[in-house]
T-cell receptor, first 113, second 114 residues
Framework: DQQVKQNSPSLSVQEGRISILNCDYTNSMFDYFLWYKKYPAEGPTFLISISSIKDKNEDGRFTVFLNKSAKHLSLHIVPSQPGDSAVYFCAASAINSGYALNFGKGTSLLVTP | EAQVTQNPRYLITVTGKKLTVTCSQNMNHEYMSWYRQDPGLGLRQIYYSMNVEVTDKGDVPEGYKVSRKEKRNFPLILESPSPNQTSLYFC?????????????FGQGTRLTVV
């Protein structure tokens, strides 16, 4: 049973515009939420995270928003750049489960010039 | 350079022939794990290890074994591979301190079982 869901397999955005990637989760025990970015032929790389006690975390062009009541989080990329084209995985973890990461299926982002 | 190294990167094998995929990290991380990535299914955890001699099953452990005899190494063993284990495999490590959940991934091993 998928506990972390990314319902949009793909997203296409023009360079300079905002990219919004969405993620839903079902397990209310999750404490941390993370976004990973993956290029072809490479392993995923950590992008940004947020604790369940916060509702926003910002790092440069990347901002993650968390809505606990809706069990929803989103990643905003502003402005989008062609180099941002990659697969983005949403992940969640619970402290009492150690460091196990539950991943969504991923969203493929294409930023066009 | 801090890294997680997997070997081999590509492997084609036959059903039933035992194989081992090695994983080594040079960051002194306590936590290590194995994932498989399949089309339409994302990344699923196979096994993880909290520290030396401490391992536990993830979401899809059937058909796999692991060991953690040294902190830096976490090999994945397929005793009798089957075609449904054809997949892209990633090893990852995380420190016990620092950003919770931040994992460092290897470059992946693409395994084909025929």
């Amino acid at each position: 049973d998928q506990q972390v869901k990314q319902n949009s397999p793909s997203l296409s955005v023009q360079e300079g515009r905002i990219s919004i990637l969405n993620c839903d989760y079902t397990n209310s025990m999750f404490d941390y939420f993370l976004w990973y970015k993956k290029y072809p032929a490479e392993g995923p790389t950590f992008l940004i995270s947020i604790s369940s006690i916060k509702d926003k975390n910002e790092d440069g062009r990347f901002t993650v928003f968390l809505n606990k009541s809706a069990k929803h989080l989103s990643l905003h990329i502003v402005p989008s750049q062609p180099g941002d084209s990659a697969v983005y995985f949403c992940a969640a973890s619970a402290i009492n489960s150690g460091y196990a990461l539950n991943f969504g299926k991923g969203t493929s982002l294409l930023v066009t010039p | 350079e801090a890294q997680v190294t997997q070997n081999p990167r590509y492997l084609i094998t036959v059903t039933g022939k035992k194989l081992t995929v090695t994983c080594s990290q040079n960051m002194n991380h306590e936590y290590m794990s194995w994932y498989r990535q399949d089309p339409g299914l994302g990344l699923r955890q196979i096994y993880y290890s909290m520290n030396v001699e401490v391992t536990d099953k993830g979401d899809v452990p059937e058909g796999y074994k692991v060991s953690r005899k040294e902190k830096r190494n976490f090999p994945l063993i397929l005793e009798s591979p089957s075609p449904n284990q054809t997949s892209l495999y990633f090893c990852a490590s995380s420190p016990a301190t620092g950003k919770f959940g931040e994992a460092f991934f290897g470059q992946g091993t693409r395994l084909t079982v025929v």
